[in-house]
């Protein structure tokens, strides 16, 4: 029996609405108030959706459900964004690279409408047909411009459908590439002028359209954004997790989605993960949590990048086992820091002569480990 025959390959990676289908399902029937046109959800389930039911277990008026937590992150950030799409305003997500923001911008397009979908990937090739429209070829040769032969970007279906576009990374699109948005968040319509004459000459936004974007604040190859279109998005700081305990549980939930992909099981101590945890906040943030100055590297040590190193760790401790995972650490992190500034080296370096070195000092084996391993940081 084929592959084909017996089942269909399973996806990687679901999108949030596949991935919580049940939830969806579940609080569309437990809140039943008042919706702005097109959603999906209330925008109280939606904040219940993204920020969970705090352990405790809601009643719906066939089923009961516990809303497991998506987002770490301020519930009063993401009330903000919901309150923004109702408003049919433009929402901007900004932050530095790994704190979540495209999580953030396909959960909430998923519980607004059902769909996260409706996608742009803002790169510096990404053209204006990407948020306006295109054409089958084909068929403009053969009938002319014609309804049949044009072909809706994410955005142009979004608006006829009343649903949420997202743009990822626009700050990587060109200016003039960006300022396509700036029409279409003012005006809610497309104009075709190769259709002029007909009913398809303009295309109207629906109820319930709007557009979430993500930026980076740190990042190269980036353009600037217009005043103009600025002024179309509400902007939302999304902030790197303040709390060590929640980043190392998220850390620890994402890297074992990540090594059950990979057809593991999860087999990373919980101290291997916390100290893991700890060397990325100290970096990050150029203060260990001792108060004892770090010298921050020029990469950004995200939560992001924390998980793809607690995930390989993971991977190593089930199919390359050899001996103590600890001891794959420093490696890995040499491989994270080095990435943008070759200088960063000698900050990892410098991070293992102070923290890593008086917390050695101060008796604790996990740290006096680590600093054994020092020379693998050549």
């Not at 411009?145 to 990587?172: F, K």
């Not at 075709?192 to 990042?219: C, H, K, M, Y």
Request: charged share 25%; proline share 5%.
């Amino acid at each position: 029996m084929t592959l084909t025959e017996d089942r269909a390959p399973a996806r990687q990676v679901l999108s949030a609405e596949e991935r919580y289908t049940d939830e969806l399902a579940f609080l569309a029937s437990y809140d039943d108030g008042p919706r702005p046109p097109g959603w999906a959800l209330t925008p109280r389930a939606v904040v219940t959706f993204i920020c969970g039911s705090g352990g405790e277990t809601l009643q719906g008026p066939t089923s009961r459900m516990k809303v497991a937590t998506k987002f770490v992150g301020e519930r009063a950030l993401v009330e903000r964004c919901v309150v923004t799409l109702a408003g049919e305003r433009g929402l901007l997500l900004v932050g530095e690279p790994g704190t979540a923001k495209s999580m953030l911008s396909e959960l909430l397009a998923a519980a607004v409408c059902g769909t996260s979908a409706l996608t742009v990937q803002g790169t510096a090739g990404t053209t204006e047909d990407a948020f306006r429209y295109g054409w089958n070829y084909a068929l403009l040769l053969a009938q002319g411009p014609s309804p049949a032969a044009l072909v809706d970007s994410p955005v142009l279906t979004a608006m006829r459908s009343g649903r949420v576009a997202r743009v990822e990374e626009i700050t990587r699109c060109l200016p003039e590439v960006q300022d396509a948005l700036v029409s279409i968040l003012s005006d809610r319509r497309v104009s075709v002028p190769e259709l002029a004459g007909t009913e398809d000459a303009q295309v109207a936004a629906s109820p319930g359209f709007t557009v979430i974007a993500t930026a980076n604040l740190r990042d190269r190859g980036v353009s600037e954004m217009s005043a103009a279109l600025k002024r179309r998005f509400n902007f939302e700081t999304v902030d790197p997790i303040s709390d060590a305990e929640a980043e190392t549980t998220l850390v620890r939930r994402q890297a074992t989605a990540v090594v059950q992909r990979a057809g593991a099981a999860f087999g990373v101590d919980d101290a291997v993960l916390d100290a893991l945890v700890t060397v990325f906040r100290d970096l990050r943030s150029g203060r260990s949590a001792e108060g004892w100055d770090v010298e921050r590297p020029g990469t950004v040590m995200s939560t992001a990048e924390a998980v793809q190193v607690a995930a390989s760790l993971g991977v190593a401790a089930a199919y390359l086992p050899s001996g103590d995972v600890l001891d794959l650490v420093p490696g890995h992190l040499l491989g994270v820091v080095r990435k943008d500034d070759p200088a960063d080296h000698g900050r990892l370096l410098g991070y293992w002569d102070g923290p890593v070195r008086r917390r050695a000092e101060d008796g604790s084996a996990m740290w006096r480990r680590l600093w054994d391993l020092r020379e693998n940081l050549r």
